[in-house]
């Protein structure tokens, strides 16, 4: 089955992780896509690994500035968009007493103002019928310490899902989230978590195991098809039971 047949599909941060994941999935079913990251090594692989009906393009996420270019760029080669999944996010934990105002910012900027005017930059590039998916995550729905700022930026996508429904429904454009709990990606080594911590999160999963990155593009897809039509403004958990049971 190929759901994207002609379509083109954005993905911030879609060099590596779920992103790339998505990225994948989106082509395998007959999609162009275009990733974005900053980091231009892991731009190249990515490019190479997804093959001739991706482009890579080094876009930094929370920069309004950056978010005007990308989609200036895609104007400028008429290219324009029928799925979007702003993907790109960092996890940044800290106890209360030990945050900082600057991981604070770096949090919400990446994770909250650079969804929120990515959507507003590319609005003279979306299709009637575009699917935005926003990169949430079950810290959204539970207590877990250190986790407040984190959780905080991606509980603001969930609101930002409803509001932005309800005003881009009049051009056909919905927005929804995907909450994946942990899933296996290079995040973990960037946060600096080891074996032994891991096989601890893992044990507070219901299924016993991280998910795959695979497993939230595929609801990523769903979410971006026009199978999914009546889902409007809401959210998608996909963490193994995690918040759940
Ligand atoms: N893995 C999990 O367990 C999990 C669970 C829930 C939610 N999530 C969410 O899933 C999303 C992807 O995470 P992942 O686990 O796939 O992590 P990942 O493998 O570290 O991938 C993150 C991607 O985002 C890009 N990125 C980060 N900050 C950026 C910025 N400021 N500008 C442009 N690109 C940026 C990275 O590119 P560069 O390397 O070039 O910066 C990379 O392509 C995040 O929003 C995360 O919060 C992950």
Same mark, same amino acid.
């Given at each position: 089955?190929?759901r994207?047949?002609?379509?083109?599909?954005?993905?911030?941060?879609?060099?590596?992780?779920?992103?790339?994941?998505?990225?994948? $999935?989106?082509?395998?079913? %007959?999609?162009?896509?275009?990733?974005?990251?900053?980091?231009?090594?892991?731009?190249?692989?990515?490019?190479?690994?997804?093959?001739?009906?991706?482009?890579?393009?080094?876009?930094?996420?929370?920069?309004?500035?950056?978010?005007? $270019?990308? $989609?200036?760029?895609?104007? $400028?080669?008429?290219?324009?968009?029928?799925?979007?999944?702003?993907?790109? +996010?960092?996890?940044?934990?800290?106890?209360?007493?030990?945050?900082?105002?600057?991981?604070?910012?770096?949090?919400?900027?990446?994770?909250?103002?650079?969804?929120?005017?990515?959507?507003?930059?590319?609005? /003279?590039?979306?299709?009637?019928?575009?699917s935005?998916v926003?990169?949430?995550?079950?810290?959204?729905?539970?207590?877990?310490?250190?986790?407040?700022?984190?959780?905080?930026?991606?509980?603001?996508?969930?609101?930002?899902?409803?509001?932005?429904?309800?005003?881009?429904?009049?051009?056909?454009?919905?927005?929804n989230?995907v909450? /994946? +709990?942990?899933?296996?990606? /290079?995040?973990? %080594?960037?946060?600096?978590?080891?074996?032994?911590?891991?096989?601890?999160?893992?044990?507070?999963? /219901?299924?016993?195991?991280?998910?795959?990155?695979?497993?939230?593009a595929s609801t990523v897809l769903h979410l971006s098809a026009?199978e999914s039509?009546?889902i409007?403004?809401?959210?998608i958990?996909?963490?193994? %039971?995690?918040?759940?049971?």
């Amino acid at each position: 089955m190929e759901r994207f047949n002609n379509k083109t599909a954005l993905i911030t941060g879609g060099s590596s992780g779920i992103g790339l994941a998505a990225a994948q $999935a989106f082509i395998n079913e %007959g999609a162009r896509v275009i990733v974005t990251g900053r980091d231009e090594a892991g731009l190249e692989q990515a490019r190479k690994a997804l093959g001739d009906r991706a482009q890579a393009w080094r876009n930094e996420t929370g920069s309004v500035a950056e978010a005007r $270019a990308l $989609a200036s760029r895609l104007l $400028a080669e008429g290219t324009s968009l029928d799925a979007v999944f702003i993907n790109a +996010g960092i996890g940044r934990f800290a106890p209360l007493a030990d945050m900082s105002e600057a991981l604070w910012d770096e949090s919400f900027n990446t994770n909250v103002k650079g969804a929120y005017f990515l959507i507003q930059a590319l609005l /003279p590039v979306l299709n009637p019928g575009t699917s935005i998916v926003l990169n949430g995550s079950i810290n959204a729905h539970i207590g877990m310490p250190n986790s407040s700022v984190y959780a905080a930026s991606k509980a603001a996508l969930i609101s930002l899902a409803k509001t932005l429904s309800a005003e881009l429904l009049p051009r056909g454009v919905r927005v929804n989230v995907v909450s /994946p +709990g942990p899933v296996v990606t /290079p995040l973990y %080594g960037k946060l600096g978590m080891d074996e032994a911590a891991r096989q601890e999160l893992a044990t507070q999963i /219901p299924l016993g195991r991280f998910g795959k990155p695979e497993e939230i593009a595929s609801t990523v897809l769903h979410l971006s098809a026009p199978e999914s039509a009546f889902i409007v403004g809401t959210e998608i958990i996909a963490d193994g %039971g995690m918040s759940q049971l």
